[in-house]
């Protein structure tokens, strides 16, 4: 069983930054493409980013030259450095991967406000 545990979310200004981390297990990490969810009240669940097995990462033109995403192989975490936020990120973060079928995080809530 397939297991993604988010961390790192909260409250910060805008201008800020967060890293997010999804740690993973219960699958063979190294060869799934990991990814990160965001969604905010009342709208639907959008991509932000993904990396594939092999490190290539792509983007939300939403969130391009502003968050980074990356991973570790050897301790099954991926990350999602995030900087200068603001209100229109605000949303629940998720962490994703597929291994035969959709497997998500429960979520963190990110909130960008003063």
């Known amino acids: 069983q397939v297991q993604l545990v988010e961390s790192g979310g909260g409250l910060v200004q805008p201008g800020g930054s967060l890293r997010l981390s999804c740690a993973a297990s219960?699958?063979?990490?190294?060869?799934?493409?990991m990814g990160w969810y965001r969604q905010a009240p009342g709208k639907e669940r959008e991509l932000v980013a993904i990396?594939?097995?092999?490190?290539?990462?792509e983007y939300a033109n939403s969130v391009k030259g502003r968050f980074t995403i990356s991973r570790d192989n050897a301790k099954n975490t991926v990350s999602l450095q995030m900087n200068s936020l603001g209100p229109e990120d605000t949303a629940v973060y998720y962490c994703?991967?597929?291994?035969?079928?959709?497997?998500w995080g429960q979520g963190t809530q990110v909130t960008v406000s003063l």
């Open positions: 990396i594939t097995s092999i490190g290539t990462p």
């Open positions: 219960g699958t063979i990490f190294s060869i799934n493409t």
């Open positions: 994703y991967t597929y291994r035969g079928r959709d497997y």
